[in-house]
């Protein structure tokens, strides 16, 4: 992982025509995704002071949709652990492979 900014939001309302402004938002879209892939990552690997730096980077709205998306994670992921260990813990990728 960098500890280079993050991507800033691509502006389509800038008078590009519909084509680019398609092109603009697909570059925004995942720009964000990778933003947030970073820092997931980041976090992940306990590095807080690297994680501090990165976010500070962002803008106000990229912290709130951070925010948002990270909350989010983290009811969704408590949830499937909660159904792992009614179900025994194991995962669908336990069943696949057959390793049950």
Known sequence: MSNTRPPQEADPANGADPALAGV????????????????????RAADRQRLAVYLETMTPDQLAGMA??????????????ARRAEDGGASPADAASGDL
């Open 24 to 43: 603009l938002k697909a570059i925004g879209e995942a720009s964000r995704a990778l933003a947030l892939r970073n820092a997931i990552g980041l976090a």
């Open 68 to 81: 948002d998306a990270a909350q989010l994670l983290s009811v969704e992921a408590g949830r499937a652990l």
